[in-house]
């Protein structure tokens, strides 16, 4: 049986462009350059690379990326897209729980809920973080964005699922309701209704996990990160001045592996 995830992404590469939450690709592109130092020798993985907007975009830039998906759907869309950009980009059917990198990637990126934290359980996204680092070379660096555990606490994830859809044309986009927040395992169970590319309406019953700043500080602390950074994650518009607050839906990440290179 598929999981959610599985099945929502199972033919659904045409709408996911639509998203509002994939409108910020360029901003968050210019942040990334920055993190890299402008320098184009570094080799980037993008897991979780859906449609491959950020991959494209920094292969457009003069970058090296690879992006990996669990999605043929995206995965398919993502090199339509390259291609109608004349744009030649590494693109791979792989699972994040366990990929075949060691060593290979100065940089992994896991944005906008690449994988992590969409698993049914915690073993299983810390799976993914594990085989993030076991990708990277020494030194590297993982930037990723998350669920904010503080932001159910004192907010309504329906109002804010809401605030979103009206940034975008009327009738685009997945539509979520939230059933319940569980306070035991910080999992947000809601019932996801999207149409596919073919003008399929679905409804999927979905659970996702929010974690909190000091989770994600032990977690990768225990794979070796000898620095974790995490700020407040603003569409298109990631910064390091963006102190994480319970207003943010979600966080930024950045965490770097120190050492000498292992290629």
Known sequence: MKQWYEALFENYGNQYDLEPFAQGTSGECDFIEAELGYDKSLKILDIGCGTGRHAIELTRRGYSVTGVDLSESQLKKAKENAAKEGLEVRFLKED??????????????????????????????????????????????????????????????????????????????????????????????????????DGIEHQLACNERYYVPPEITWLLKSLDFTSVEIFGAKLGAFSRADKLTAEDFEMLVIAELEGEDRR
């Open 96 to 197: 994040a729980r366990a990929l075949p990198f060691e060593g290979e990637f100065d940089m992994v990126l896991m944005l906008c809920e690449g994988g992590f934290p969409l698993m049914e359980t915690d073993e299983m996204n810390f799976e993914i973080l594990r085989n993030a680092a076991m990708a990277l070379s020494r030194p590297g660096k993982l930037i990723f964005t998350t669920l904010n555990g503080l932001f159910p606490l004192y907010h309504s994830i329906d109002s804010f699922h809401e605030e979103g859809q009206n940034q975008g044309e009327p009738g685009e986009g997945a539509r979520y309701k939230s059933e319940r927040f569980d306070l035991m395992t910080f999992r947000d169970h809601n019932v996801t209704t999207f149409t596919d590319n």
